[in-house]
């Protein structure tokens, strides 16, 4: 990393628009950016209030990934403006009503290709940054090796469906149930995120997450309706409006990618294609469809 910046920042790698039926997922470690002038130059490219919020991180790894996060956001997005080249620094943002940034598009007037929607989610170990065009996106990370501080099958019991349980129930090695609990917990946070309303909007226990039969790391979604007076049962429906892809990063993380199906797009699978960078001295394409 040393050699790259002594011979100056290289310029962002501009890149084509993802396609209707592909996201790209762009991530970062935080351990493998060491250099402070790189961290400098990565702090020049933050609006004041961002700074702002980066200083008042207590502890300085807290102070590094949220700068890390917020560099990637920006340089990410700035990579695909290929029309009209786009400076990173020049990027404004905005929340929904739900409070999930976006990027305030119609203060951009020279942005000639269709607004990208993005989403992010890090871990202490490692950021993402996921991206689409056309249709939201919702993205999360965790630690494979995330521990479970209750017994895993009580703390579904609070927050998944009744389904979900049962599903995890069956499983008998402890290991394995607990990296089951972790996929559907990174899988539900994605859809809640897609959704752009928050958990209070979409509580994990309200749908359920499936695996799709015959297919590797696609997932779908039903949602459970409300007890009838006449049945007094609860009825499922599975929404093939959403699609989901669970993935791994770094040997270390699992990846969970929910998009809203565009129907335009033809249907079928989604295709993730996927990048690990440290912006401006390095880019490296990981996998163009690397599913679990």
Known sequence: MQRSLS?????????KLPSR?????????PDEVKCASLLKHYSQLLSPTEKDRVLQMRGDELKKNALLARTLVRTTIA???????????????????????EVDWQNYNNCNNPPL????SHTDSLIACGVTVHVPVGIDVENKERKIKHDV??????????????????????????????KL???KEAYVKALGKGFSAAP?????????????????????????????????KCYEEWRFALLELADSHYGAICTEDDQAGGGGPMRV????????VEDELISESKLL
């Open 79 to 101: 990579r695909y403006q290929t029309n009209s080249e786009v400076d990173p620094r020049s990027l404004m943002f905005k929340k929904n009503k739900y409070g999930k940034p």
């Open 273 to 280: 294609i996927i990048r690990k960078t440290i912006p401006f």
């Open 185 to 187: 917990w990174t899988l």
């Open 153 to 182: 099958l009580a703390f579904a019991e609070r927050f998944y469906s009744a389904d979900e349980v049962k599903f995890l129930s069956t499983i008998l090695d402890p290991e394995v149930q607990r990296k089951e609990f972790i």
């Open 7 to 15: 011979m100056g920042l290289t310029s962002l790698l501009p890149l």
């Open 21 to 29: 039926m592909e996201t790209h997922l762009w991530y970062i470690r």
């Open 117 to 120: 929607h993005f989403n992010i």
């Open 204 to 236: 994990f226990n309200t749908f359920t997450i499936q695996s799709k039969v015959g297919t590797e790391g696609c997932y779908n979604l039903c949602k459970t309706s409300e007890m009838t007076i006449s049945s007094l049962e609860k009825t499922e």
